[in-house]
């Protein structure tokens, strides 16, 4: 795509890209759009033109009677003086000019709606293609990353690329309509804009074109790893404030943000250029005709008015080739977004497959499990196979690294394994029953996922028709009850930026209330108790206990043992392999032995 694109013009490049994200009905829209553009970029040259016979005619008494228009105009609508005949035409300017403005702005109000209709589809499909990755592909990139592919992408798409194009039409048509109208009134003329303009364009476009590209390219690499330093200086507020390490941070930001302002002031620069150089040209023009006519022309004075209506023509014409140009310069310095925005596009097209009812009444069983992980050879798991009945509490222990957690990840789906399989009441796990896999299954990771809301929404993820008999179980079974009854707020009480109000056991246990309220029937806890002091690691396991007696089928990964004492069978892991099957009394004799 790149190679090809390059050679593309920028412009073009940038409507297919614009174009990919209008439905039908808004490509109309959007050529209409261009049709209004059209008229309004007509009525400020019209405007402007205007002006100039207007004022010419008001500084020469008598003048209106020599014209045959305006003695036509004065004639047909009777009028008596030449003074009222000048207040006429100056109110009629005026009037023109009110209404002109009002379209125009009409223009641009339906323009900007337009856009902004653009990038909230441009947000929506890259949201969406981010969600649809795997998952182990979206653990490659961090936060900073994806929040810059989902916005600041989006926002260089729409500023830099979309607002750009309409600027470099509208402009376009306002110099093409001077320049045919001066064709056909002075072709000579015509002739000496052509030759000196348009060298003057090319040279600045291929001064900058490259140039602002690459800074692009780089502002593209640069920003992710700034937001990336800056997520980490404020996640890490308390560690870094206790280590004396939020200055080294802050330098760190710094230093990615000089070279970012860096980028963005030469970027800025590039936009002052184009006019600097044209308007040097111009004068070189004025000055070589200038020369000539004094040095080798016949007709000195037919040069001078040449020279003259070039200036003016000039003088009108380069803000708006300065807007065209800066807008190409600015589309090519965001052209990068094009790439972003199409790296993943195959996942939006993708087509999901047809999902299938899944039942578990049962059993899950491993089935001679062997994974290993993207672009690594040497399998992490080796065949693992073990038998799960519904029901059964299952706790899972190993050394660090010995496998507990990938384990848990294939059995969510969030890995697939490359041999073996994992069979649900005798169905495969696939991609066609992911559906109703995720329906059953819960997951309550050390870090619980907490939004900034209520404990009532932190549990029901946001729903907003709460199932209140469902809400009261799960908060009964998560034993939070008590913790709950002494909040003035109750369930409505906001826990702060990722639970930073609540202890470590309050939160792993909104986590479990989390699970029980999706009606989970497969609860997986990962580490839930290893980073928990003695106090709640007691309220955590309590809640684990409130869940033995009923059917919920869980998984326990633990590093303390006695969060075990309810499992039915535990089973050690050893380098990726199932080394032993434990009963939580045979593990504490056993590691009370040694
Ligand atoms: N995305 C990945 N790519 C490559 N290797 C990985 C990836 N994720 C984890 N690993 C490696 O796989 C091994 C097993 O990790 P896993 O998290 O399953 O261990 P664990 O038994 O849960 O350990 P712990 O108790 O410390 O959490 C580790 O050596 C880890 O470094």
């Not at 800056?230 to 390490?245: H, V």
């Not at 200038?290 to 004075?301: A, I, Q």
Request: some cysteine; aromatic content about 12%; hydrophobic content about 45%.
């Amino acid at each position: 795509m790149n190679t090809s694109s390059k050679k593309e013009s920028i412009i073009w490049e940038s409507i297919e890209n614009v174009s990919y994200y209008l439905s039908s009905g808004e490509k109309k829209r959007a050529v209409a759009m261009f049709l209004l553009l059209f008229i309004s970029s007509l009525l400020d040259v019209f405007g402007l033109a205007s002006l100039v016979p207007v004022i010419m005619a008001a500084s020469r008494p008598g003048s209106i009677f020599h014209n045959k228009y305006s003695l036509w105009l004065y004639e047909n609508l009777k009028f008596s003086s030449e003074r009222n005949f000048f207040v006429f035409l100056v109110l009629v300017l005026l009037l023109f000019f009110i209404v002109k403005n009002l379209f125009t702005t009409f223009i641009n109000y339906k323009q900007e709606k337009f856009t902004a209709r653009i990038a909230l589809n441009v947000i929506d499909s890259q949201f969406e293609k981010h969600n649809r990755l795997p998952f182990w592909h979206f653990n490659q990139f961090g936060s900073a990353k994806l929040i810059h592919m989902t916005f600041t992408v989006t926002q260089s798409f729409i500023n830099g690329i979309v607002r750009q194009l309409f600027v470099f039409f509208s402009e376009a048509i306002i110099v093409a309509v001077i320049v045919i109208g001066i064709l056909i009134y002075k072709p000579a003329l015509f002739m000496i804009l052509i030759i000196v303009l348009v060298p003057a364009m090319l040279l600045i476009y291929k001064l900058l074109n490259k140039r602002s590209a690459h800074i692009g390219n780089q502002l593209n690499e640069a920003r992710p790893m700034s937001y990336a330093r800056i997520l980490d200086a404020f996640t890490g507020f308390i560690e870094l404030r206790l280590a004396n390490k939020q200055e080294e941070f802050k330098q760190k930001v710094l230093k990615y943000e000089k070279n970012i302002q860096e980028l963005d002031a030469k970027n800025f620069l590039f936009t002052q250029l184009p006019v600097k150089v044209i308007e040097v040209m111009a004068v070189l023009a004025v000055v070589t005709i200038f020369l000539y006519s004094l040095f080798f022309s016949n007709d000195p004075g037919s040069l001078v008015t040449i020279i003259g209506l070039f200036a003016a023509a000039a003088y009108r014409l380069m803000p708006s080739i300065n807007r065209m140009l800066n807008a190409m310069v600015t589309m090519r310095g965001n052209r990068y977004a094009f790439d972003e925005l199409i790296r993943f596009r195959s996942n939006l097209t993708q087509i999901l497959p047809v999902q299938r009812p899944l039942q578990f009444n049962q059993r899950i069983e491993f089935n001679n499990i062997t994974f290993s992980f993207p672009g690594t050879t040497k399998p992490m798991l080796r065949n693992i196979s073990f038998e799960v009945n519904k029901g059964d509490k299952i706790g899972l222990i190993g050394s660090s690294g010995s496998g507990k957690t990938t384990l848990m990840n294939l059995l969510l789906r969030f890995y697939i394994e490359q041999q073996g399989n994992i069979l649900v009441d005798d169905q495969p796990l696939t991609e066609e029953n992911l559906e109703a896999w995720y329906k059953l299954i819960g997951y309550v990771k050390q870090d619980t996922f907490l939004m900034e809301a209520s404990i009532q929404d932190n549990i029901t993820l946001g729903d907003e028709q709460v199932d209140t008999e469902r809400l009261r179980y799960a908060i009964e079974q998560a034993s939070l009850q008590s913790f709950i009854s002494t909040l003035p707020e109750g369930l409505a009480t906001t826990i702060g930026e990722r639970g930073s109000r609540l202890s470590g056991g309050q939160r792993q246990r909104i986590g479990i209330a989390r699970a029980l309220y999706k009606k989970t029937q497969v609860l997986v806890m990962d580490e839930a108790t290893s980073a928990l002091d003695n106090k709640t690691e007691r309220e955590v396991s309590e809640a684990i206990s409130g869940l033995a007696n009923t059917n919920i089928t869980m998984f326990i990964i633990a590093h303390r043992i006695t969060t075990l004492k309810d499992c039915d069978r535990i089973y050690e892991l050893r380098n990726g392999e199932l080394f032993a099957e434990f009963q939580y009394d045979e593990l504490i004799s056993k590691t009370e032995a040694s």
